[in-house]
């Protein structure tokens, strides 16, 4: 049957691969399993076999797709640029449209529609919370227990819809900050850590009040109608601020690319910014500064959304020493951990794998503190770290030490 959909990979997009192979080593669901079609070679040829009327869009072909971690690490190392997140995103779409399971339903029905109200993600977190204390993550079955593990129970918003946070000495801009879905429930510290900073480094902070889920998780899994409805909501909602800022690597990466899914998306995209972009300016220009105390080591963990799709690799570092920690590295590859938005309730063996592999090298290091800029990320640190460790935003570090100081 071939495609059905607009947004199916096209023919360009999977001609750009040669077939080189370059890409395998670092792709790390190729490394765990040595199989081709667990390779972004291996996936693009099956994506074009579809697109040529080989194969048909089936349970296989659902297989190789559902088992890529849309990590992205193997579009930096392609010699020929291939756009492979895109392509994925495509291939989804079309699982989506040609195999419409029970289970994608109820996939569909979770990240379109409680992710994207506040209101129904609060009221499953206090569920999970009352689940926690009762610790009765112990008897969920393994696909469950990590992210069970993993959550932070709901502090006070920091950024309530409709505030707007004042400049803090010289004003230079203002500025639009998304709160996001699972951000503003379960890391709000992040968010209060985020805000103080922009203000310090001279920024008005609006919180538009019409902003929804950036759409990420939706479009990754090839939920298009909602993606595009989700993004088309924000462009409405950040139009009348000129630069919007994210501190979630999964939502800035996929914020960055709404013309992909959305009418005036590409302007839109070309206004966002990473918080560590925004901080690492302004601490380089002297507007932040922490007194250069020695605090110690931190881990840094580099989110696949952060350092592969949206390529910032230096401004967590730069923030990090800024606020006075030795940032160690725990892997030059910047292998993915394996959380990758439901990952780990879809694929538990190899995301356990990966998360095991990830929490090894943090070990290793010797650090107890872990920066990383990604929620997922943070939870699957969290879980497969336990207790002893510490995991945070390089910003929550750089906010601390301005706090200090302050006292
Ligand atoms: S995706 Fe890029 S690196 Fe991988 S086989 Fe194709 S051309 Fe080579
Ligand atoms: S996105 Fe990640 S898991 Fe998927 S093919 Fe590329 S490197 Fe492999």
Redesign the pocket.
Known sequence: MGWVTDHAPTRAELDSCVQCGL?LP?????RLTGKETF??RG?LMAMSAVATGVAAVDDSFAAIMDS???????EVVCPSLVP??RA?EGARTELTAQLPSQQRKARHLMVGRVLASPALLKLATIGVSVGQRLRIGKVLPNTLRSGFAGIRPIKPVAATPGSVHPALGERVGRVGFLTGCVMDVWFSEVHAASIALLQRAGYDVVIPPAQTCCGALAAHDGDMKDATKLAQKNVVAFANVDVIVVDSAGCGAHMKEYGNFTKGGEAFSKRVFDINELVAIAVESGRIAASAIERGDVAVQDPCHLRHAQRIVDQPRSILRAAGYNPVEIDPDGR?CGAAGIYSLLQPNLSRQLGTAKADQVRASNANVVASANPGCEMQLRSYLGSGYQVVHPVELLWRAVQEDDR
Do not use: D, I, N, W
Not at 26 to 30: E, G, M, R, S
Not at 68 to 74: E, H, P
């Open positions: 890409c670092a792709c790390p669901t190729f390779s972004p996936r890529c971690l849309q990590c992205r690490a193997c492979f997140g994925m993915c």
